[in-house]
């Protein structure tokens, strides 16, 4: 079936502008997460969902970050008045919560954000 | 803190030679760990995870909670396991958050 998918897969913005970013998880998976990874880093966890609650949003980098999740489905990571430091990939992974624990996470291909 | 540390940012080998990425982790709980890969163009994918103790494509890490690695083994490497490795953490009950490793490209020389 369709894995995770992410749109656009590349955005160009001016800094002060704000973006959002779409996650279509796999349909099912009650667990989603977004990741950001700079240049020469590894992932930077940024928020977790389970179902359309975000239970900690503690990793969001600042208050310019918030994200929501609709019908436990699509997610939008929304980035206001973007700045030079947020050009990042920004990767989202969904997964299945089983009775044991967490089942796979299957990453989407990413979002590319360039802020100039 | 809770923290993953991968020393190596490249490791080259020959074909055919054992291979070992490296990873220590700090964290407070009962840690549950990762390994994931890149592989050129494709997505991240889970390798494989301590709780499975499973085998993938050859490759197997053992949690040493003494020494708090979870290093990544193989004894034969191949050219087609080049590639960026990541190591990660999440807690064994509480998949709020997962911390990741900065990377190893694994370079495999023919």
């Known amino acids: 079936g369709a894995g995770v998918s992410q749109s656009p897969s590349n955005k160009v913005t001016e800094k002060g502008k704000d973006v959002e970013l779409r996650c279509d998880p796999i349909?099912?998976?009650?667990?989603l997460y977004w990741y950001r990874q700079s240049l020469g880093q590894g992932l930077e966890f940024l928020i977790y969902?389970?179902?359309?609650?975000?239970?900690?949003k503690s990793g969001l980098p600042s208050d310019r970050f918030s994200a929501e999740r609709t019908g436990g489905s699509v997610s939008t990571l929304t980035i206001q008045r973007t700045q030079q430091e947020d050009s990042a990939v920004y990767l989202c992974?969904?997964?299945?919560?089983?009775?044991?624990?967490?089942?796979?996470?299957?990453f989407g291909p990413g979002t590319r954000l360039t802020v100039l | 803190a809770q923290r993953v540390t991968q020393p190596e940012k490249l490791l080259s080998v020959f074909k055919g030679a054992p291979v070992e990425l490296k990873c220590n982790y700090s964290?407070?709980?009962?840690?549950?760990l990762f390994w994931y890969v890149q592989y050129s163009r494709q997505r991240l994918q889970l390798l494989l995870r301590?709780?499975s103790r499973e085998s993938i494509k050859g490759f197997t890490a053992d949690l040493n909670k003494g020494e708090t690695s979870f290093h990544l083994k193989k004894p034969f490497a191949q050219e087609e396991d080049s590639a960026m490795y990541y190591c990660?953490?999440?807690?064994?009950?509480?998949?709020?958050?997962?911390?990741f490793g900065s990377g190893t490209k694994l370079n495999v020389k023919p």
């Open positions: 990660a953490l999440s807690g064994l009950a509480n998949f709020n958050k997962f911390y």
């Open positions: 992974a969904s997964s299945l919560l089983l009775a044991g624990g967490l089942d796979t996470q299957y």
């Open positions: 969902f389970q179902g359309n609650s975000a239970p900690d």
């Open positions: 301590h709780i």
């Open positions: 349909s099912g998976h009650t667990a």
């Open positions: 964290y407070s709980g009962s840690p549950e």
